[in-house]
């Protein structure tokens, strides 16, 4: 180890070691809550013996609401199925564990009875919360069903409550789900609402009639198809009045230069030919007339028969047309004349036709918009009469519902009336009452939550106080981790355990100039003018912690290259009692046991030390004289190792005593002494120690485990770093409490 280990580190928020450390500190508080819920359960077991009780089971199908309304009035809800839902169960508990329906079980069962066993009486207020105590009430796994159970301390009291318990609840759920009427009643409002539906109908009737509809919607869809099948046609009648305007003016064209070149080509072919090629243009246009017949109008496929000849016609036929056409080239340009036998050209006829269709198609057009004219009056007259027709059809919907919610309503009175009074269809009781019987699972496991509750409280409590309430330093790992401050050394704490006599801190070094005036009775050797050592006894178990500090004081001061002689070194802590006088007086031991160096130990304190020794005033070896080779031979008290008081107790105040303190810094200096060890007083605002620390090459703050306050140490860091102070931790009387084979601490090694 180089240098103290520097808290630059986080710890974890919790470890596994800090769950050992909080278990194995505070046992014995968590043994004592773990004792307590034994003895708790044991209590519990031997004084509160489980109930008798009774179980059963509900299956709730649907919840139906009938709600019987004046039939006259329109859009009156009759009945409605609800969804099973969490409000749905909750309301149905609250049916069967009101206040009323616990009355009303105290009537049927017997007050007395129910009171019989606890306590007696005949009270129905007494008897009723005893019902209501021991009634639980608990959805199904399920959600369809609901498990009743009634406890109490009565076996022959407890099916018989139950039983009464679900009668009560299926009258009541009736009673409040079901605004129910007589048969006669409700068969007079069944008859008055068929005659209500009656004359809906007559009037509905009417209105569709005046409409000239029998359903609105299908008179609203063959509207809208008509019109546009009209707008359609209208459009192409357009089209087509455009088409044969055009081709009408093209033909005129056409027929006038074919017939200026017919009358040419004629007067160059034979009469006999032009004839021949007039039949043979005939008869190809009459068998194209019949192919097309037997294809589009009757329908026959090209593998038919008749249509195969007359393909085969047409072919010859064009084979002749063509070789009079190759032979006369004129006849190509010749106008053939047509079937009709009027002695026209084929582009005459076509011309006249086109014609006519085109004078035709005006005055189809002007009829098809007078129809469309039409049919929109017609669609504006039903658009007028369909909100008095959709309203009709609404209230005879509204009313036929009506009428057929009384037909079920019937039916299942006549069902109710059949399984018997109180019992619903659309609640059957799927496990009935049970024979009476004591829950011992439901016991032990209530007995084992309290002995677990109450260790768990135990260990919760546990944890709180040693993370949160106890603000104390406990562990090595905590100086680095919550003070920040270099660390040296923990020193364990050897008299865990022991009597405390029997490991007493070893005596003090003391020194004492003694006189002849000596007071009797002080065990002290009197010889006049001569210095005496009283007795030096050390603990010998401490020795190897001791030299662990020596030996991380040197290294240290190795680390930061000190190597001039003296060493300064203060010891101090934040309170009385932790151990700095014990600390400072073995590593002044140990120092001295190293080489042939000489260890000065100053005792700094008012109350301890040597100067509780003196008498009567007498000078005693003092600070000055120990830095002085002729005189400091009266502060040894073994080879190498000095021991002297500074006496802050005189006429000076001591906050003068760091001026002091400076002028004998050259003495300290110059001194031969390898180490001079000072027993400082505890750091406080009004001690001489914090302003005494920025004259020491370091100064060890001794905390002792557990009972020193993290804020304490803090503040009195502070104080310290104000001198501007070298200041390194020493964490004394630890305590170790988690067995080594669970956990081997390092830190508690160092």
Known sequence: MNSP??????????????????????KWLILFFAALGLVAGGVFYFFKQPPYQSAAELLIKYVLDQRYSNPTESGSQVSQVTDLNPNVFNNEIHILMSPDACQEVVTNVGAEKILAKVGGGSDPGAAASVVHNGLMVTP????????????HPDPSVVTPVLTSIIDVYLQRHKAIHDIGLSDDSLMEQMAQLGQQIQLTDDELRVAMTNAGIIDIAEAKKSYADEIASIKHDIFQAEIQLSEYQATITDLSG?????KATNDVSTNQIPNEIVSRYDT??????????????FILVQGYSDENKLVKEKHDQIADVTKVKKQLEDQYPGLAGMVVPTLNGGGTSASTSTDDGDAAKAASLPIRIQALKQH???LQTEVATLGEAEPKINQLLLKKKIQENSYTGMEEAQQRQLIDEALGPGRNSNIPITVHPSAPYRDFIRFYRNIAMLVFGTFGLGLVLAFVIELFLDRSIKRPIEVQTKLKIPFFLSIPDLNQGMPRKALAGPARKLISFNNADAAPNTGVVVRENQLEVMAWEVNRRFDSYYDALRDRLVVYFESINLTRKPKLVAVTSTHKGAGVSTIAAGLAQSLSETGD????????NLENGAAQQFFKGKPNCKLDDALESETRDGARVQENLYVVTEDTVTDRLPRVLPKRFASLIPKLKASDYDYIIFDMPPVSPTSVTARLSGFMDTVMLVIESEKTDQQVVQQANAL???????????????????????????????
């Open 720 to 750: 310290l770093a104000q001198s501007k102070a070298n200041v390194t931790a020493v964490l004394n009387k630890t305590r170790t409490y988690i067995p080594k084979r669970l956990h081997q601490d390092f830190l508690s090694e160092i």
């Open 5 to 26: 280990r520097p808290a630059d580190h986080h710890a974890p928020t919790i470890t596994l070691v800090d769950i050992y450390f909080v278990l194995f500190r505070r």
């Open 372 to 374: 469309l004219l039409q």
């Open 140 to 151: 199904g796994k399920d959600s369809t069903t609901l498990a009743i159970t009634f406890s």
């Open 280 to 293: 043979v243009c005939g008869q190809l246009e009459f068998y194209q007339k019949k192919l097309n017949d």
């Open 597 to 604: 160096g000489r260890v000065l130990l100053v005792d700094m």
């Open 254 to 258: 056409q027929n006038a230069a074919a």
